[in-house]
């Protein structure tokens, strides 16, 4: 599982968007039990952010000079800001509320998609169709059965057993839907089958 961090997002913030950004997170960190001992101490933060405001607002009239010093202090801010995003992400020990109560915003766990028992695709002919089986633990071989819903009325046939987890259903009917099942053959004997999928076929 992926550790859950205090993210670095600031660094894209605009200059008036980290000024706003930055005291939040100094009114955060005030008096947090969590976080007592910084590793850059809250006044030297708070003195850099006053200093990247005051320059912010010189750097209104377009001055060269003036916009460079800008450049400058929020270098130099954003700096002391990723240190303590850091010195957050270290003593938080993956905690997401303890992240969040810093004022940082929390880094997400990536959404994991779990992989079908059983997809049924179309085959790359017309009329044939490609079952793709999840591979199941210690097993030797997979049962295929197929049934081709005539009428509605459910008759499952034997198709094939396979040592590999993909099938392809040949000489199947345009237009016509089926269901595809398969079972896993393992030293315990012969699973119960996946849920059915259904295919129009094309």
């Not at 955060?28 to 607002?57: G, H, K, S, W, Y």
Request: glycine share 4%; charged share 20%.
């Amino acid at each position: 599982m992926k550790t859950l961090k205090a993210l670095l997002d600031f660094v894209l913030f605009s200059a008036s968007e980290k000024v706003i950004f930055f005291k939040n997170v100094l009114l955060c960190l005030t008096a947090n039990p969590a976080f007592q001992n910084p590793d850059v101490p809250l006044a030297e933060a708070n003195t850099a952010v006053d200093n990247f405001e005051l320059a912010l607002l010189a750097a209104a009239d377009g001055s060269h000079t003036a916009i460079s010093l800008m450049h400058d202090s929020e270098k130099a801010v954003t700096l002391k800001f990723r240190n303590l995003a850091l010195y957050v992400t270290r003593l938080s020990e993956g905690d997401a509320s303890k992240i969040l109560s810093s004022g940082f915003n929390v880094s997400s766990q990536p959404i994991t998609k779990d992989k079908p028992i059983l997809s049924v695709t179309d085959g790359t002919h017309r009329g044939t169709a490609k079952g793709s089986l999840k591979s199941v633990p210690k097993s030797g071989a997979y049962v295929w059965e197929i049934n081709h819903n005539y009428n509605g009325v459910v008759e499952w046939k034997q198709i094939a057993i396979t040592t590999q987890t993909t099938y392809v259903v040949e000489n199947l009917t345009v237009g016509e839907t089926i269901e595809i099942r398969a079972a896993a053959i393992t030293p315990e004997g012969q699973s119960d089958y996946c849920v059915p999928v259904s295919k129009l076929i094309n």
